[in-house]
């Protein structure tokens, strides 16, 4: 079964605004992680969290975590034609393997207008 | 820069074809991965492989046949594959040290006629 679930599916917002994404995921986590992923290419990490976390900054990123919810929260501040990608969660399962596997959401489509 | 690349970018093949994709690293890792994407589902977990050795097969048919001949290639072998395994067939890499984040390469898009 889907371990992530991300919403919304798409988002379309115009420049200056900001974004906002939710992940849900179903088992206990060690940590979890957003990735970045433009047309066709490979992703990119943005951000970790770890399960005693419950909120990370990272330049105009802020990640919160909710862990009693099992949900996370991706928001990306004052918003660039350039942040037009698709964003992934993705999350290490606690006493998971020694190689760090991720479970993937299906993702958000961001679209941010000029 | 991830410092994962793979060829070939895009590949079209038959179904009576064979034909390799090559993913290389030089940086080191704790692990490497092979992920297939398609359009509208999340990322599909293939192989996982852990200083050389195979360590997980997510039940990916033998069609599929991965090789990690050196800690710096791994490749994935492609033999009568059907249509529907068009998608894009992305490596990464585990980073050492903190073995967390996930190093992705560009991706091999792979249309199967």
């Known amino acids: 079964s889907q371990q992530g679930e991300e919403d919304p599916q798409a988002l379309s917002i115009q420049e200056g605004e900001n974004a906002t994404m939710n992940c849900s995921y179903k088992t206990s986590i060690n940590n979890l992680q957003w990735y970045r992923q433009n047309s066709g290419r490979g992703l990119v990490h943005l951000i970790l969290i770890r399960s005693n976390e419950r909120e990370k900054h990272s330049g105009r990123l802020r990640v919160t975590l909710d862990t009693s919810k099992k949900s996370s929260s991706l928001l990306i501040t004052a918003s660039r034609a350039a942040d037009t990608a698709s964003y992934f969660c993705?999350?290490?399962?606690?006493?998971?393997?020694?190689?760090?596997?991720?479970?993937f959401g299906q993702g958000t489509i961001l679209t941010v207008h000029p | 820069e991830t410092g994962v690349t793979q060829t070939p970018r895009h590949l079209v093949m038959g179904m009576t074809n064979k034909k390799s994709l090559k993913c290389e690293q030089h940086?080191?890792?704790?692990?490497m991965y092979w992920y297939k994407q398609s359009a509208k589902k999340p990322l599909e977990l293939m192989f996982v492989y852990s200083l050389e050795e195979r360590v997980e097969n997510n039940s990916v048919p033998s069609r599929f046949s991965p090789e990690c001949p050196n800690s710096s290639h791994l490749f994935l072998h492609l033999h009568t594959l059907q249509p529907e395994d068009s998608a894009l067939y992305l490596c990464a890499r585990l980073a050492g040290g903190s073995q967390e984040t996930q190093y992705f390469g560009p991706g091999t898009r792979l249309l199967v006629l």
């Open positions: 940086l080191g890792h704790n692990a």
């Open positions: 993705a999350s290490v399962n606690a006493g998971g393997t020694s190689y760090g596997k991720l479970t």
